[in-house]
Nanobody
Framework: QVHLVESGGGLVQPGGSLRLSCAAS????????MGWFHQAPGKEREFVVS????????LYADSVKGRFTISKDNDKNTLYLQMNTLKPEDTAVYYC????????????????????WGLGTHVTVSS
């Protein structure tokens, strides 16, 4: 059975950093493009960043460019999101998602393009 499990969320002050992890099981990790999405209270789930199955191509939402970094360790079956210079508006539940793709360079940003989701991890940025 396929599972994605996020971890690393928590409470952090503005300007601080967090590193999220997404551990995958039950799938051949290097066949999957992956992404991070977030959902703030009362808002719809939104794209944050995605990465190709090879890990060589990334795509960032404008709101996180220069602050967040996605990476993928195909040996450890784990996806990461390094979040720096956090802002109160980054407060949300963060979800990782995966979809099998043929191309090694495909990056996807639509919610409907992913078919495997984790349950999320909460990130709160507040003083």
């Amino acid at each position: 059975q396929v599972h994605l499990v996020e971890s690393g969320g928590g409470l952090v002050q503005p300007g601080g950093s967090l590193r999220l992890s997404c551990a995958a099981s039950g799938l051949t990790f290097d066949r999957y493009a992956m992404g991070w999405f977030h959902q703030a209270p009362g808002k719809e789930r939104e794209f944050v960043v995605s990465i190709s199955r090879s890990g060589s191509v990334t795509l960032y939402a404008d709101s996180v460019k220069g602050r967040f970094t996605i990476s993928k360790d195909n040996d450890k079956n784990t996806l990461y999101l390094q979040m720096n210079t956090l802002k109160p508006e980054d407060t949300a539940v963060y979800y990782c998602a995966a979809v099998v793709v043929a191309g090694k360079s495909n990056v996807l940003q639509g919610l409907g393009e992913y078919d495997i989701w984790g349950l999320g991890t909460h990130v709160t940025v507040s003083s």
